[in-house]
């Protein structure tokens, strides 16, 4: 059994896919590390909260149902409003000290310019001013983004929090990502110029 297991191990190991080796950069180009942006698919916030009666067009599709049914979709809809799920987020600021509601309003403000498709959130729990960014389903998820986001705040850590998830809206239009791109190096200019 062992030997089994050490074989599909080395078998592994040696696909082509499993190692990240870097392939030089051709001649006369190099490689840059570049940010950016993808558009989120945006929804209609006209609808957002409203149940399927609201939304339907008036007029055009007749719906008939029992009176209990509908209470029942009503009374769900209600209580899907105030549910809150455990999810992820990303902790950038934590601190106690005399200047703590200015750092931390710098610090919210920094991520807001760096990372502008994150939700940020400020709170402040005696004796604690604390700035949380993101809104992760998974744990997973907060760690591709702390990648990120530990390039610029070192001391950014993962916590776990009671969330509603947002609706994807016309607010958040965009996700952040880095991407390896190859370029071509400029030729030195003549001294004489």
Same mark, same amino acid.
């Given at each position: 059994?062992?030997?089994?297991?050490?074989?599909?191990?080395?078998?592994?190991?040696?696909?082509?896919?499993?190692?990240?080796?870097?392939?030089?950069?051709?001649?006369?180009?190099?490689?840059?590390?570049?940010? #950016?942006? +993808?558009?989120?698919? &945006?929804?209609?916030? $006209?609808?957002?909260?409203?149940?399927? /009666?609201?939304?339907?067009? $008036?007029? *055009?599709? *007749?719906? +008939?149902?029992?009176?209990?049914?509908?209470?029942?979709?009503?009374?769900?809809? &209600?209580?899907?409003?105030?549910?809150?799920?455990?999810?992820? @987020?990303? @902790?950038? /600021?934590?601190?106690?000290?005399?200047?703590?509601?200015? %750092?931390?309003?710098?610090?919210?403000? @920094?991520? @807001?310019?760096?990372?502008?498709?994150?939700? !940020? /959130?400020? !709170?402040? *729990?005696?004796?604690?001013? *604390?700035?949380?960014?993101?809104?992760?389903?998974?744990?997973?998820?907060?760690?591709? %983004?702390?990648?990120?986001?530990?390039?610029?705040?070192?001391?950014?850590?993962?916590?776990?929090?009671?969330?509603?998830?947002?609706? #994807? $809206?016309?607010?958040? &239009?965009? !996700?952040?990502?880095?991407? &390896?791109?190859?370029?071509?190096?400029?030729?030195?200019?003549?001294?004489?110029?």
């Amino acid at each position: 059994m062992k030997r089994l297991i050490i074989l599909a191990v080395l078998a592994f190991g040696c696909l082509p896919g499993f190692a990240q080796v870097e392939e030089p950069a051709p001649a006369g180009y190099k490689y840059v590390d570049s940010v #950016i942006y +993808h558009a989120v698919p &945006r929804v209609n916030e $006209s609808l957002a909260g409203k149940s399927v /009666y609201e939304a339907l067009p $008036s007029g *055009k599709v *007749k719906l +008939h149902q029992s009176a209990a049914v509908r209470s029942a979709v009503d009374s769900q809809i &209600r209580k899907n409003k105030t549910v809150q799920t455990d999810g992820f @987020r990303i @902790r950038i /600021y934590f601190d106690n000290k005399q200047n703590s509601r200015e %750092a931390s309003s710098e610090s919210e403000q @920094r991520f @807001r310019r760096l990372f502008p498709g994150y939700n !940020t /959130y400020r !709170t402040f *729990k005696n004796p604690f001013f *604390k700035v949380t960014v993101g809104d992760f389903r998974t744990k997973a998820d907060a760690q591709i %983004a702390l990648q990120k986001i530990s390039r610029f705040f070192p001391d950014a850590f993962i916590v776990k929090e009671k969330m509603k998830f947002p609706v #994807i $809206s016309d607010q958040v &239009r965009v !996700t952040v990502d880095t991407v &390896r791109m190859l370029v071509p190096i400029e030729p030195p200019k003549p001294a004489n110029e």
